[in-house]
């Protein structure tokens, strides 16, 4: 109720905390705590037990894995950032999806890659392999960035032939294949069956370096990310790791194992999921009913809703929705070169009246900018998670 007198935000894709899981996780944590107090509390690979932990999640899913082929990090984003340390020096070329994820995006860009935008098919279909292996071997990309599981922005799903593709074309072609798995536990609809994960194509983690977080599963305000990859690799990036990021910290690390080893990890996903759920199909049902000539498809997981706003300039919309009381980020800020203009992201974290309120604000942002307000150049620059 509060959010219908104030300003609604629609720019992170990021639930509040689940309690009394966060409690309960952190209260676990404080009482492991005292046997590392001693220590200097530097672990630049990240705490042995959750590395462990974190393969044995991964061997459970079917790729047998040993924790010296896991890196704990500072969010996805921190393993991303390691990542693009190691292998993408300034000039290098990242093959990126088109759209994306805006803060890789950003990140890459300050980074010095030169990103090359491979196109999305339409809707829900994913991922166009011809394209891909055409860009992998013309481009001969260091890097590949793709959004395998519930993608953000547009929340597809790439199925087990897709994820097979593209490891094969990331092979011959030499490139390094950055897997982002932070959607990966947040299927929506029942009975949705998940393919394979994309590192079980490459088990031994030459090829394909997977990222983890606890950010959209659990809560983002705990940080805490990983890596999966070849031991040689993990060596590499903890190495590289040490001039900008000497570890994650010590108590978060030890709320997730205690998280995960105790098994309420699950209980408070699946709490997770329900919430997203209900917020989806509250925000797609307003949506629907306020601006209907807005183009979507539902997405059968994640956290993010990617519609074309009936030939509005997403821009405008972003600048008229602050003055109307609704943040949302526009469709150019998960493209490259100014792509995506006709478009918007809305994420599945508000829900029942507080989505319809939201909706009701973007209709009249909307009718607004077909009147010709919101002219200005500069969009707001609004972080976007």
Known sequence: ??????????????????????????????????????????????????????????????????PEQIMITTGAMGAIDAICQLFAGQGERIAVESPSYANILQLMRQAGARLVPVAMAEGLAGWDLPRWRQVMRDAAPRIAYVVADFHNPTGALADDDQRRQLVDAARSAGTVLVVDETMAELPLDDGLEMPRPVCAFDPAGSTVLTVGSASKAFWAGLSIGWVRAAPEVIRSLVSARAYADLGTPVLEQLAVNWLMRSGEWEDAVAFRRGQARGNRDAMVAAVREQLPDWEFEVPRGGLTLWARTGGLSGSRLAEVGERVGVRVPSGPRFGVDGAFEG?????????????????????????????????????PKTFVA
């Open 1 to 66: 109720p509060e959010a219908l007198g104030s300003m609604i935000d629609l720019g992170t894709a990021a639930l509040p905390a689940p309690e009394p899981w966060l409690t309960r996780g952190v209260q676990g944590a404080l009482e492991e705590l005292p046997r590392y107090a001693h220590t200097h509390g530097r672990y630049p690979a990240g705490l042995l037990a959750l590395r462990q932990t974190v393969a044995d999640r991964y061997t459970a899913r079917g790729i047998p894995t040993m």
């Open 343 to 379: 478009y918007v992201r809305l994420p599945f974290t508000v829900g029942g009246p507080v989505a319809a309120e939201a909706a009701t604000r973007l209709a009249t942002a909307a009718r607004l900018v077909r009147g010709g307000a919101g002219t200005g150049t500069d969009t």
